[in-house]
């Protein structure tokens, strides 16, 4: 039987993968984001999970704004990378696990979810950042994406994420593979990039939302969706992956680590790693 052994979850701006490629980690302004990660890293060589599930929002790679799903699971054998050009240089395939990918699926319908299903899936920054920042000398993990449409209105409710994320953590649960399995949620913290409100950043909303993330996991879905953009900003709302993810992985969770650094970019910058109790 699958294991789910924890939730990790972190921002995804995508100058974090410049950074990388310039071997920037030491350089003042960078140093204390990625000083954040050295726990949850420690914790992932040791507990070796052999499946991330990945909760983020493709930006506009692989779903445009013309056709924009709700929910969309990935059922690929790899995933290929092919960002904006501004982050991360273009990065080997990240390995699917297509059998996964399709219980999570079936479960998912089965439970009344109209997902889109991708046998075919390019990935962005917000996919691959996180894979890039918890498995940093490689050999990452076998992966199933599950994007979120957090970009263009109508959004899910987060209430809905919730649903969707304890969803897959049943379909995981009740999956044969004998593989450990961490969930991921990507983006966030507070952060808004244009209009009036440009560079809004909500510390007090954000370390709330974090600690609610070990021990209230379902406080941030009492919010409706405009009240959340109201306190994260317009892309802040990339919480909703946060939050999916953590509904995946259910039940008392002990923190590994946790991280909160403002500003990289115009966004605050949270990292927090969970274990199953
Ligand atoms: C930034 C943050 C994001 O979440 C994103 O998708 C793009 C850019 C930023 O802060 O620069
Ligand atoms: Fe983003």
Redesign the pocket.
Known sequence: MARIIGALAT?????IGGAIAKGLEEDPYWKPFFDGFGPARDWIRREKPDVAIVFY?D?GLNFFLDKMPTFAVGAAPEYRNDDEGWGIPTLPPFKGAPDLSWAIINHLVDREFDIVTCQEMLVD??FTLPIKLFWPEGGGPLTVPVCINTVQFPLPSAKRCVALGRAVGEAVAAWAGDKKVVMIGS??LS?Q?DGQRAGFINKPFDLKFMQSMIDEPEWAAQYSIHELVEKTGT?GI?LLNWLAARAAAPGPVHKVHSNYHI?????AAGMLALEAA
Do not use: F, R
């Open positions: 921002s995804h701006i995508p100058a929002n930006h920054h917000a983006g966030g952060h990039l892309q990339e500003p990289i970019s115009n966004t």
